[in-house]
């Protein structure tokens, strides 16, 4: 087996994207200016319920990879192995010459959406520029850093909208997808989980990994003849002041939570406060409900309730509605049963369940040859309208209504008045009012008055300039204080769990018009 | 931001297993043999369709990560760094001085299913034996490695079949999970996928990776003013002798098709022969039909049609009834058509689309206080019927009927007569009969009868012993070799694509016995 390395530097790549920047480099276009966008067409949809709108994330991730691959010998020496159906070499020598010399992201500049920002399904979400072979290659590993962990720091937000505020705790690595769960760790955190099962992924982070104790651990107790009760009084005299038991090994109200009392008790007679219980399996809803009457019964009004098993963000929706419902009829007050409750979510959180992946995509808007002459916009024609992407060479701007709501995210071209930071404190620049369309359908249109507008805030940010980092890299309080505020700006029918409303992506008449005169361009060209 | 490398070494695992080894070491049972066994539950289910067999997969990818991982100064540093909710440490001081000498895998015995082999629910698909504490801290990263990649196998293997033989190719690259994108790839190729267009992951396992290029190659010759018929050219020009064209950048039957057609007579006239086009929208069935009937009419019969866009093995299930039943209206031999056909297949296969994760367990089965004394077999009684394992010291076997199908996978103690070596040629050893029971349903039963088996086989291959690799590892060729019998193997009912005839997965009434025994006694020690 040749080393693994090689799988997880620039060749984490798809082979069409060597073949092509052959064609370039034998062409002479490899060094073109090429300006690519990264968008995703469809927010993710879960079958029973769909996303109103994702966060970002992936970015740091993706900028690592960038800046730490680049083509080695090794590289080389397999592309130079590679050989077409005829037994003839796929990739000559001169071009693997330039490939070695010239094969990193150093040329490449970045303007991206920051992580645990709100983004929309087709506006900009990243613009990469620089020479074309290069960016070309960039494709995949884009894709693929971006996709996933927007994926899964969307599935995150979804959780905790549900869980009210309650902490979420992502406990997905052992079914997530190979060393994929610590990207998946990573979004869940960037998203708003609170913490992370992985312990070498929440180190990498600066969180503290959590976790207590399984059911094997009571096994093994039980096997030897200790029981339930033997394993959590050895739990209690290991972790004194952080005492969390699983109940569930082999009867949550009859033994579990019973036995969990006769510890607790003893804990507090030498001067320990236990933190809590964790319930897997079972009716989640109806055990927390019993579990906290016996709890508060013996004294323990505040400790936690984790729940676990099989949960994502409408069984978390449905549980604390039950709660809300049922708990009164056992004299327990739901706001406060709720109050304590811990949620752990896992596979559904780690695999984004009913939507797995983001269709994310990465398309050419525009080419020159070399900078500093005119961008020539290019177009793809798709017998599906919303696979057609929108041209040229563009900027993003979110416009807040009067409230200070989000009301829409604006494509607009690079010289626009609309939305330029030189337009004057409206954004408006000389116009009173601003023709939006809808980027597919040509009778959707809005007009948006001077008069209903209290900001206009330009979305993308630099990161990378010609290969060097231009924006200052943050930790977590940054994502969560974004995520925070961007979720608070939207309306709530765009947060809604189920049947969201529809958050309005716009091009300006000017855009429209030249997708328009593209298209019809292109078409002529057929045959 | 600490080292990306502890995310990848052994604290690649859930913070849980690392505190209970702590409880285990301070109780002094830290090296206690313990037996695991993982399996797993539920076959994947699609929502409208569910497999009725899985593909075991991952195993190499976990014996690397174990080969290679071992606690490091910066794994312990980072653990010291832990505190709990009051800022006590987590981890004592002698506790890590332990696991800095102890922690790897060089204590554990493993047997497996081996990579490609059919594997079914419930049957024991790994069994690991060691040091209590060691065996513990690998349940993460052996679910997550055997989990997904089996996963993804058994998605390819459906596929495959769909597919009838024609060759499958992997292109989920950039929608799958980060790094688990290679463990993706690599599963599909044992799955049954023809080839990968991962390049890195291809190299490392060996395959020639595959791809030609994307629409922003023709976007860029159409900015520059040469159109879609350049960009082919271009294509044809580089790769004379591997000249495979993407039709659907502008319309695929009034320019895609034309074009290709122009460019594949130039390079005939040059001496080379073209190897075929591609069609990635629209409607697959009626364009490949199409498509075909505008190549043969002009001379090009056996061309590859590759087909690419959302396919999964439903899809392509219809897409080839339909060829069967619509080709011949338009004069196309649906046999010959089908013959030319290649199916690219990405984020539906890398991600499972439908059941993204399997649900895989690792459950303690058996444990003693050291090698040679007797085994005490280990419960979990659980509220949910099948999540309670079947315990005790085992081995699992497959019956084959009197045509040579696999009838049933049988768990059998260690020391019973039934499919042990010694038991003469029949494996029924003095008995005539043995009866089967169902793991959970205690009315089912069935009775095997001498007479009606052709073979006992048992399944489990000794991998590692005392962290010794014993085995010898092998390329795809065997894992293809190993997959087709075993699917050859399989009633006709358990390989259909919706709704699967159930396959057997029973426990000698032996051990049958056994579980009752355990769950009575857990029961009876419930307060």
Redesign the interface.
Known sequence: ????S????I??????????S???F??G?HE?E?H?EHYFRRYPDY?SHQAGFCIAAGLE?LL?WMQSSRVTDADIE??R??????G?R?FDEDFLVWLRANGSFDSLSLRSMPEGRVVHANAPFTVVTGP?AVA?IL??SL???L???TLIATKAARVCEASRGRPVLE?G????????????ARAALIGGAAAS????????M?V?????????????F???GE??LGAFR??A???P??CLLLV?????L??GI??AITVFDELRSKGHEP?GIRLD??DLAYLAIQSAAMLNEAGYNNTSIVLSSSLDELVIFQILSQIDHEAPRYGIDPGRLIGRLVLGVG??L????GQ?????VY??M??RPMAGEAW?????????PA?TPNPGDKDVVRVYDNRGRSTADVMVAKDSDFGHPDSGESGFGSAKTVELRHPIQPHSRRTLRHSEVSEIEPLLVDVLVEGTRVDE?VGLETFAARREADIERLDPGVRRLVNPHRYHVSLTSELWDLKQRLVAE??S???
């Open positions: 087996m040749t080393s693994r090689l799988a997880d530097g060749l984490f790549t798809d082979q069409y994207q060597l073949t092509m052959q064609i370039y034998r062409m276009l073109h090429a690519f079958g991730s690592d397999a592309l192995s590679q050989v077409d159906s005829t003839r796929v074309l070309q494709e995949t894709l693929n850093h996709n996933f962990e406990f690595l052992r079914r997530s997808a190979g060393k994929g769960a610590n990207a998946a099962s992985n312990v070498g992924m929440s180190h990498v600066g503290q990994p959590k976790g207590t104790h399984a059911h094997s651990m009571v096994q093994v039980m096997s030897l029981g339930e050895a739990y005299d290991v972790y002041d952080d569930d090994t082999i009867d949550t009859k033994s019973p036995h933190v399996s079972g596979s559904k780690a695999t984004s369940d797995p992946y983001l269709d994310g398309k050419l525009a080419l020539v916009p290019a177009i793809k024609v798709s017998e599906t696979k890299p292109a078409r060209q057929s045959a």
